[in-house]
């Protein structure tokens, strides 16, 4: 029997919850004990009652909710008063982050022997990274109603609507990235009648998304030459760039934001880990927007969060094949019964492991 603890998340406006009470009766059914934080899921329309009718026993305390669980399953990274409560030889599970979170957060990991395992990094042979993909797909599919309202004049856009008229042509929007994320940003927008283009460096990527667009957007290679091309005539432009645990490189540049037409939009999905423009900078749902070179700039890191309930869903139907093999057989059994877990692993035993987190750190360092 393995103790699992979920706790109620506490960064601004993040309204989803680890695990459903579906995914704690899952759990409980294996054999195992949940503690779930007094309103862990009362942002996602999930109340104490229904977690406790799932076998789940309720805590009432931070401090309980993070020593309870020998896994103690999160959405966000940990906030430091978090971090401080963790000991020796739990496994922590969330979208960490961490190549571009604090450093102290990392050496806080290291110092108490916390197993760190980010979500964003678990990735299959074949490249595909199942956690991240549930969440991208919903933020993707946002994006519309994203870009649509902060292109409206009320909101200090240029007052363009994304499918235009009969009269007057529809907004060129650009996507930067043809991951999961960006490809299902270009359906959505082409679903509401956006002129979309895709780059990425991918010729792999771009079949496939240039497939799934079937006509209905425009897929090109990111070079320079292009990037500056498009740059000129965007309404939008989406920055939907992931490498699996770097901080992501820099791609908009003052210049390119220069030659944007005035009071276009920038959205950076890359926010998260750290964001593709020289401009950006963390937002959230409350303050989503600012201006910089006369550019809004759209860069809120947890699009998906307030899609509370069906992120929490679809949260759950992605992670939970991973903590029941967690909880019944420990890491290196779980490791080796799903190999794209071990991927997953950014920090064990006080050492970074994760190749990509490696190289963003100082060798021996603690930050």
């Known amino acids: 029997m393995t103790d699992i603890s979920i706790p109620r998340e506490r960064r601004p406006f993040e ?14 059914q294996a054999g195992h004990r949940v503690f779930v934080e007094h309103n862990a899921g009362a942002g996602a329309g999930f109340h104490d009652e ?3 009718g799932a076998g789940g026993q309720i805590v009432y305390s931070q401090e309980e909710a993070a020593a309870r669980g020998q896994i103690v399953a ?6 430091l008063d978090d971090l401080a409560l963790m000991h020796e030889g739990q496994i922590l599970t969330g ?15 290291r110092r108490h022997g916390v197993c760190a ?20 797909v919903i933020a993707g599919r946002m994006i519309p109603q994203i870009i649509g309202r902060f292109m409206q004049s009320n909101e200090g ?4 609507t994304l499918g235009g008229s009969a009269t007057v042509p529809p907004a060129e929007v650009v996507i930067l990235g043809a991951g999961s994320f ?36 425009v897929t090109m290679a990111a070079t320079a030459h292009n990037l500056r091309k498009v740059v000129r005539f965007a309404d939008a432009i989406v920055g939907a760039v992931y490498v699996p645990g770097q901080r992501t490189p820099i791609l908009i540049t003052r210049e390119h934001l220069q030659a944007m037409r005035p009071r276009s939009l920038f959205v950076d999905a890359s926010i998260d880990q750290g964001g593709c423009a020289v401009t950006s900078r963390p937002t959230d749902h409350g303050s989503p927007v600012y201006v910089e070179e006369n550019i809004l700039h759209y860069c809120v890191p947890n699009i998906s969060s307030v899609a509370g309930r069906t992120a ?29 877990l071990r991927q997953g692993i950014n920090i064990r035993e006080g050492q970074i492991v994760h190749p990509a987190l490696q190289a963003e750190w100082p060798a021996g360092g603690e930050g």
């Open 15 to 28: 309204y989803r919850a680890a695990l459903t009470p579906a995914g704690v009766e899952a759990l409980v």
């Open 50 to 52: 229904e977690y406790r």
């Open 74 to 79: 999160k959405v966000a990274r940990p906030t």
């Open 95 to 109: 979208f960490l982050h961490l190549a571009a979170g604090r450093r102290d957060k990392i050496t806080l990991l």
């Open 117 to 136: 395992i980010g979500w964003e990094t678990v990735q299959q042979a074949q490249g595909e990274m199942p956690v991240l993909h549930a969440m991208s």
């Open 157 to 160: 856009g240029r007052g363009v």
């Open 182 to 217: 960006g490809v299902e940003a270009a359906l959505a927008l082409a679903g509401n009648r956006a002129s979309v283009y895709l780059l990425d460096q991918s010729t792999q990527a771009l079949d496939r998304a240039d497939h799934l667009l079937a006509g209905r957007g």
């Open 312 to 340: 929490s869903h679809a949260l759950t139907y992605a992670t939970l094949p991973y903590l029941l093999a967690l909880a019944n057989a420990g890491i290196d059994a779980a490791g080796a019964h799903f190999p794209e």
